[in-house]
Structure formats: C-alpha cells, structure tokens
C-alpha cells in the first residue's frame, strides 16, 4: 500500500513537472517584446526574442507586444478651414511601439488612443490652415500634423509617429466650379500673352525685313517673283498678282522726268512785230489810196 502512494505521489509530481515545464515556456519572435508580470507587477526586464522561462501556476504572465510599424488610416474627418472653407479630409498614420513597457502599463489600448489622436490632430490641423496650404503644400501639413500627433503618445505612451500622409481633400461642389473658372481664365491669360508675345516678335521681324527690303527695290521684286511662284504652284484657277505701290512711285518719277526734258526740248517763242488794229475804212477813201495810171 506505502510503495502504490509512492508511485501515484511520483506520478502526480511529473505530471506537475510536465504541466510547469509546458506552461512556464514561453517563445517570443524577433519582431515581438515580452513584459513579464509576476503577481501583477511589471518586471523592469524586457523579454527579448527567443525561449522565455516564467515561473508557473499564474505566478508569471507575459504579455507580448509587436514592435512592427503599423499602419493606420485616419477616417474621413469634415472642418471648416481658416479662410471659411469646408473641407473632408482622410489621413494614413505610420507609427511604432518604443518603449513596450509605456504601451501596455500606462495606456489600455495605445491603437485606439492613437487613432483619436490623430483624428482630432487632423480636425485641428484643417481649421488652423488655409485651403490652398493644405492643398499645394502637403509636404509642410504632414510634418505639422505629425508633430501634433508625436507630443502625447512618444512620451507618455511609448509609441513613436513615424510619418504621416493627408490620403484625399475633398472640396465641396461649388468651390470646385470656382477653381475650375479660376484655372480657365488663368490659362486663357497666359495663352493672350503668349499670342501677344509672338504678334510682337513677328512685328519685329517684319520690320526688319522691311528695312532690309527697301535698301534694295530689287530685292523687293524678287519676293514678289518668289510669291507669285508659291501661289502659281498650288494649282489655281485664278491668279491675283498684286501691284506693288513701289512701282507706281517709279512710274510717276518717271513720267516727272520725262516731262521736265519735254519742257526743256521746246526754244523759246519769237517776238513778232505789233501791227495796227484794222478798224473800219470807208470806200472813197479807199478809192483815193488806190495809185492811178497815166
């Protein structure tokens, strides 16, 4: 009877064994921290990655915390800017637990608390901002925004901000029309002074070309000939050659010169001699004019 209690008293006591050995051993991966507890308090060593040994029956426990950065995207949060705007924006936070031991003691849930966080941070952000800062730059919105988020959660939680990204902006209906009128009149602005831009710079080169031209008529002529050559090829019925003002000008030097040596070919009138006026005579006297023969 002594030596059947021995065995079941040996037998009780490697089952206790087995069961310590099976619940005291404990496996922590690489991307993973351990916080052991012992009675309830927190053992000031952190667990690293590896086989861990606790204490068994519920005298240790350990809690494992992951160490990986985690993504989380902020929802759709709808503020008034500072120029009186309504905006709904979205955001994606990047952060990392640091010091496991903050994250599991001094928050109950340190994902959730960094979600609230951020929303009200974005909130913030949106009506502390002007639409066209958070629109053009994002870049300078995202480090504000990450600051805000980093203050109360790398100290107090343990868990650091590591970057932060506005996802969307989205503009109500009407503002939309309004930058879209914006844009429309901005390109046609700058499509007038690029037109106006090109009809100066042709005036300019006309002008040059005309100066060019007129120290030479020749070469007037031949850009005429050049023209006409370049209309001829494309095959018309009709042919218009315009009459170049130039030779009108020519022609009526011309003529001008010619006239002044007409002018000069003529010699001079010859003065005749002045002869009485006939005036009326009456016929005895004219009889007694008449000489008369022997």
Not at 148 to 160: R, S
Not at 166 to 187: F, N
Not at 213 to 228: E, G
């Amino acid at each position: 009877m002594t030596t059947a209690l021995i065995v079941i008293v040996i037998l009780v006591l490697i089952v206790l064994l087995i069961v310590a050995i099976v619940t005291g051993v404990q496996v922590v991966q690489q991307y993973e921290r351990g916080i052991v507890f012992r009675f309830g308090r927190a053992r000031g060593r952190v667990r690293e990655p590896g086989l861990c040994f606790l204490l068994p029956f519920g005298i240790e426990r350990m809690r494992k915390v992951n160490m990986q950065i985690v993504t989380m995207g902020v929802p759709n949060q709808e503020g008034i800017t500072k120029d009186n705007v309504t905006l709904q924006v979205d955001a994606v936070v990047y952060f990392r637990v640091v010091d496991p031991v903050k994250a599991v003691v001094n928050v109950q849930n340190y994902m959730f608390a960094v979600s609230q966080v951020a929303q009200t941070s974005l909130r913030s952000v949106i009506g502390h901002s002007d639409m066209d800062e958070i629109l053009s730059a994002r870049e300078q919105v995202n480090n504000h925004l990450r600051e805000i988020i980093d203050a109360p959660t790398e100290g107090p939680w343990g868990v650091k901000i590591e970057r932060v990204e506005v996802k969307d902006v989205s503009l109500p209906e009407s503002m939309k029309r309004s930058m879209s009128r914006q844009a429309e009149a901005e390109r046609e602005r700058r499509a007038r002074v690029i037109i106006a831009d090109g009809e100066y710079q042709a005036s300019t080169r006309l002008a040059q070309a005309g100066r060019a031209l007129s120290a030479d008529p020749s070469a007037l002529q031949l850009r005429l000939l050049q023209t006409v050559v370049e209309v001829a090829a494309e095959k018309n019925s009709t042919l218009i050659v315009p009459f170049p003002v130039e030779l009108l000008r020519f022609l009526d030097a011309q003529s001008r010169v010619a006239a002044r040596a007409a002018e000069q070919a003529v010699p001079d009138e010859v003065s005749l001699p002045s002869q009485p006026t006939a005036a009326a005579i009456p016929v005895s006297e004219v009889a007694d004019r008449i000489p008369r023969r022997g």
